[in-house]
């Protein structure tokens, strides 16, 4: 026995003496040894057979393993594969187990706690919102409303833009107080008109109109509630300030300060639509009114519109803002409702009733008044009329006016009729294009008007600049009145008459005051004008018989062949300091009067009287100053001069008198001391023959000699 256990230890001994290597399982070494007696064991077991590639315990040996080298969560991929997912990204979504459909992973007991699934409410009503509970969890409220809200006030919001509001946005929220966004109030809104109609004020009392017919085609208007049905239209409002709701109430406008636009009515302004109803409408809703541009096109009308008192009519300017009236007057302004009102910057376009422009038949705004009850302070500015019978109609108006107004293919500009008192026409530029007036005024029956004053205006094109058959007090200043094809102005009639400064150039007349029934005390002046008659036998100035007390004074009048530059047949006219430049034979002043007077003229200014006219005595039918050494008149009138030799004079009459009963006055400068003596040589009804002699009887040539003839 004892020999077979020394055979096996010298075996032992043989093989470690060789180094040999022996497979060794379940072999358990304790401590930090490597080795069995005198056997040694290979350390470290590398890697690559399973080992840690150490010798000494290290907290960081795994590392040393093939992919152990990430930090992370370790994941097994495979059979001896491993990989690592970043800290920073998390384990992907798919790397979690499943929980239950309709959970979260949350903490819902109010202090710390492990993360568990909870379960989320069914939250999906009209009125429901989710909420939170402490303790609880996320909640479902079932009862969110406008109520609900009331009392929550919003915190102001961050910026906007660049800039910070400098109040809260919002404030309180409530069912009967909108919020606002800064000075802005917050309606609910609807698009169109159609909108709001079929919209019910149980659902909101307060809504904002986007549009009339469409979002933008109009500014946004407010309706409020009334709680009762429309006052207009037998309930059915106007479309306008009155819209009627889907629950038979109105929706009342609440229109800014200032214009309202006629669009808010559902105007189009595109000349095809009638926009009658709803400008009408806008005008009985409103005191301010404003008609939009209407770019190409116009707000047709097949109505007058009827203008109230206190109403202000404006557009965006001239030929922007139209208005094209088919076979009726524009506008209409009665006198028992129509004080203080305005219309301005607007084109009225007169049409046919089939649509055909310049009708020349109706009114563009006609104010009519009655004796009871006058059109009072009525301003037209800013107007540009075409294709009217009348442009501007005043009929018993009074303290009104048209300033800065234009009429084209007109018949007349404007008519004053009856007893218009104290208006004014200014800055207007009335061309007519052919028609009858560019002003013209005219009595209702035996009443006319009293005051008016026509100043820098262009007044042209027509048969007349003015035309009147009567008026008391009349001024006419600073107007350029052109091309008229028979008188410039026609004042037949007129009392307190000043014509001052304007240029006329007419064809027949530049001035006629025509003869009147019995003598009539004008009082009036005509001064500084520039008068151009163009006609063969035309006139700077005419006045008939009977007009009184006129003075024509300074400016200048020029004629034509065969004409005058003054005529006056049988009135008390005054003629001084006129320039006249006649191209006729015809002497300039016709005097057929027998106290007129022609005083300071220049330009070839001669004058002739008409000496068969005056009757009574001690009116001079005939005057003449002359030069004593050669006869040559300086003045004669109805007479010529002739020298017969030294002191030798014959006064020949240009028609025979009627009589030789008449009264012969000479003076003269004196040549010396003492006086000139003059005798009396023949006495005819067609001439009369004196001498002149000094103090010693013997016949001299003054200087200067002045004769007068009178019955």
């Given at each position: 026995m004892m020999k077979k256990i020394l055979a096996v230890l010298m075996m032992l001994v043989a093989n470690i003496a060789l180094a040999q290597t022996f497979d060794v399982q379940n072999?358990?070494?304790?401590?930090?040894?490597?080795?069995?007696?005198?056997?040694?064991?290979?350390?470290?077991?590398?890697?690559?057979?399973?080992?840690?590639?150490?010798?000494?315990?290290?907290g960081t040996a795994l590392d040393n393993i093939t992919g152990f080298n990430s930090t992370g969560f370790l994941t097994r991929t495979g059979a001896g594969t491993y990989s690592f997912q970043s800290l920073t990204n998390g384990i992907s979504l798919g790397s979690l187990a499943q929980i239950a459909a309709n959970t979260i992973l949350a903490n819902?007991?109010?202090?710390?706690?492990?993360?568990?699934?909870?379960?989320?409410?069914?939250?999906?009503?009209?009125?429901?919102?989710?909420?939170?509970?402490?303790?609880?969890?996320?909640?479902?409220?079932?009862?969110?409303?406008?109520?609900?809200?009331?009392?929550?006030?919003?915190?102001?919001p961050g910026p906007i833009g660049s800039t910070t509001p400098n109040t809260a946005a919002f404030?309180?929220?409530?069912?009967?107080?909108?919020?606002?966004?800064?000075?802005?109030?917050?309606?609910?809104?609807?698009?169109?008109?159609?909108?709001?109609?079929?919209?019910?004020?149980?659902?909101?009392?307060?809504?904002?109109?986007?549009?009339?017919?469409?979002?933008?085609?109009?500014?946004?208007?407010?309706?409020?509630?009334?709680?009762?049905?429309?006052?207009?239209?037998?309930?059915?409002?106007?479309?306008?300030?009155?819209?009627?709701?889907?629950?038979?109430?109105?929706?009342?406008?609440?229109?800014?300060?200032?214009?309202?636009?006629?669009?808010?009515?559902?105007?189009?302004?595109?000349?095809?639509?009638?926009?009658?109803?709803?400008?009408?409408?806008?005008?009985?809703?409103?005191?301010?009114?404003?008609?939009?541009?209407?770019?190409?096109?116009?707000?047709?009308?097949?109505?007058?519109?009827?203008?109230?008192g206190g109403e202000h009519l404006t557009g965006s300017q001239q030929t922007q803002s139209i208005i094209g009236a088919w076979g009726v007057d524009a506008f209409t302004i009665n006198g028992t409702n129509g004080d203080n009102i305005t219309i301005r910057d607007l084109e009225l376009r007169g049409y046919t009733g089939a649509g055909v422009i310049d009708a020349k038949t109706n009114t563009g705004v006609k104010a009519v008044g009655v004796t009871a009850n006058h059109v009072n302070y009525l301003e037209l500015k800013r107007l540009y009329l075409r294709g009217w019978n009348i442009g501007?109609?005043?009929?018993?108006?009074?303290?009104?006016?048209?300033?800065?107004i234009s009429t084209i293919n007109s018949n007349n500009g404007v008519r004053v009729f009856g007893q218009s008192v104290n208006n004014v026409i200014t800055n207007s530029r009335l061309v007519v294009n052919g028609g009858v007036s560019a002003i013209q005024t005219t009595k209702d029956v035996a009443v006319r008007g009293e005051g008016l004053m026509i100043s820098n205006n262009l007044l042209a094109q027509g048969q007349f600049g003015i035309n009147s058959d009567g008026f008391l007090s009349m001024n006419v200043v600073g107007n350029t009145i052109d091309l008229n094809t028979t008188n410039g102005l026609d004042?037949?009639?007129?009392?307190?008459?000043m014509v001052d400064s304007n240029w006329i150039y007419a064809a027949q007349y530049g001035i006629i005051l025509e003869a009147q029934g019995s003598s009539t005390d004008i009082g009036g002046s005509i001064s500084g004008n520039y008068i151009t008659s163009t006609a063969s036998a035309g006139k700077g100035v005419y006045i008939g018989a009977n007009n009184t007390g006129i003075s024509v004074i300074g400016g200048e009048i020029i004629t034509g062949t065969n004409s005058r530059v003054v005529h006056v047949d049988g009135s008390s006219v005054m003629v001084v300091g006129v320039h006249g430049v006649n191209t006729g034979a015809n002497p300039s002043v016709f005097f057929n009067c027998g106290d007129c007077v022609a005083r300071a003229n220049t330009g070839n200014m001669g004058v002739q009287w008409n000496v068969g006219v005056p009757s009574q005595q001690g009116q001079a039918v005939a005057y003449a100053a002359f030069a004593g050494a050669s006869g040559t008149a300086s003045i004669a009138n109805f007479c010529s001069v002739t020298r017969n030799g030294v002191g030798d004079y014959t006064i020949t009459f240009t028609s025979a008198l009627s009589s030789a009963s008449y009264?012969?006055?000479?003076?003269?400068?004196?040549?010396?001391?003492?006086?000139?003596?003059?005798?009396?040589?023949?006495?005819?009804?067609?001439?009369?023959?004196?001498?002149?002699?000094?103090?010693?009887?013997?016949?001299?040539?003054?200087?200067?000699?002045?004769?007068?003839?009178?019955?």
């Amino acid at each position: 026995m004892m020999k077979k256990i020394l055979a096996v230890l010298m075996m032992l001994v043989a093989n470690i003496a060789l180094a040999q290597t022996f497979d060794v399982q379940n072999l358990v070494v304790h401590g930090t040894q490597n080795t069995v007696g005198a056997a040694t064991f290979q350390t470290p077991i590398p890697v690559t057979s399973g080992g840690i590639g150490t010798g000494t315990a290290s907290g960081t040996a795994l590392d040393n393993i093939t992919g152990f080298n990430s930090t992370g969560f370790l994941t097994r991929t495979g059979a001896g594969t491993y990989s690592f997912q970043s800290l920073t990204n998390g384990i992907s979504l798919g790397s979690l187990a499943q929980i239950a459909a309709n959970t979260i992973l949350a903490n819902a007991t109010g202090s710390t706690a492990n993360v568990t699934a909870f379960v989320m409410p069914s939250c999906t009503g009209a009125t429901n919102a989710l909420g939170y509970t402490n303790g609880t969890g996320i909640i479902c409220n079932g009862s969110i409303n406008a109520a609900t809200l009331g009392g929550a006030t919003f915190a102001a919001p961050g910026p906007i833009g660049s800039t910070t509001p400098n109040t809260a946005a919002f404030t309180t929220l409530s069912s009967t107080s909108p919020p606002t966004l800064g000075t802005t109030t917050l309606y609910p809104t609807v698009p169109t008109n159609a909108a709001l109609l079929a919209l019910s004020t149980v659902t909101t009392s307060t809504v904002t109109r986007l549009g009339f017919s469409s979002i933008g085609d109009v500014s946004p208007v407010v309706y409020t509630s009334s709680g009762s049905a429309c006052s207009l239209n037998s309930g059915n409002g106007d479309n306008g300030s009155q819209v009627k709701s889907a629950d038979s109430k109105c929706w009342i406008a609440n229109f800014p300060t200032g214009p309202v636009d006629v669009k808010e009515w559902g105007a189009k302004g595109d000349g095809s639509t009638d926009d009658t109803t709803a400008i009408q409408a806008a005008v009985n809703a409103v005191k301010n009114v404003y008609f939009s541009p209407t770019a190409a096109n116009y707000y047709k009308i097949t109505t007058t519109i009827t203008v109230l008192g206190g109403e202000h009519l404006t557009g965006s300017q001239q030929t922007q803002s139209i208005i094209g009236a088919w076979g009726v007057d524009a506008f209409t302004i009665n006198g028992t409702n129509g004080d203080n009102i305005t219309i301005r910057d607007l084109e009225l376009r007169g049409y046919t009733g089939a649509g055909v422009i310049d009708a020349k038949t109706n009114t563009g705004v006609k104010a009519v008044g009655v004796t009871a009850n006058h059109v009072n302070y009525l301003e037209l500015k800013r107007l540009y009329l075409r294709g009217w019978n009348i442009g501007v109609d005043w009929e018993y108006t009074w303290s009104s006016v048209v300033d800065g107004i234009s009429t084209i293919n007109s018949n007349n500009g404007v008519r004053v009729f009856g007893q218009s008192v104290n208006n004014v026409i200014t800055n207007s530029r009335l061309v007519v294009n052919g028609g009858v007036s560019a002003i013209q005024t005219t009595k209702d029956v035996a009443v006319r008007g009293e005051g008016l004053m026509i100043s820098n205006n262009l007044l042209a094109q027509g048969q007349f600049g003015i035309n009147s058959d009567g008026f008391l007090s009349m001024n006419v200043v600073g107007n350029t009145i052109d091309l008229n094809t028979t008188n410039g102005l026609d004042l037949s009639g007129v009392q307190a008459l000043m014509v001052d400064s304007n240029w006329i150039y007419a064809a027949q007349y530049g001035i006629i005051l025509e003869a009147q029934g019995s003598s009539t005390d004008i009082g009036g002046s005509i001064s500084g004008n520039y008068i151009t008659s163009t006609a063969s036998a035309g006139k700077g100035v005419y006045i008939g018989a009977n007009n009184t007390g006129i003075s024509v004074i300074g400016g200048e009048i020029i004629t034509g062949t065969n004409s005058r530059v003054v005529h006056v047949d049988g009135s008390s006219v005054m003629v001084v300091g006129v320039h006249g430049v006649n191209t006729g034979a015809n002497p300039s002043v016709f005097f057929n009067c027998g106290d007129c007077v022609a005083r300071a003229n220049t330009g070839n200014m001669g004058v002739q009287w008409n000496v068969g006219v005056p009757s009574q005595q001690g009116q001079a039918v005939a005057y003449a100053a002359f030069a004593g050494a050669s006869g040559t008149a300086s003045i004669a009138n109805f007479c010529s001069v002739t020298r017969n030799g030294v002191g030798d004079y014959t006064i020949t009459f240009t028609s025979a008198l009627s009589s030789a009963s008449y009264v012969l006055m000479v003076t003269s400068d004196r040549g010396g001391n003492g006086a000139n003596g003059y005798s009396l040589v023949s006495q005819t009804t067609g001439a009369v023959r004196f001498t002149v002699t000094n103090q010693a009887a013997t016949a001299i040539d003054p200087t200067s000699i002045w004769v007068a003839i009178f019955n």
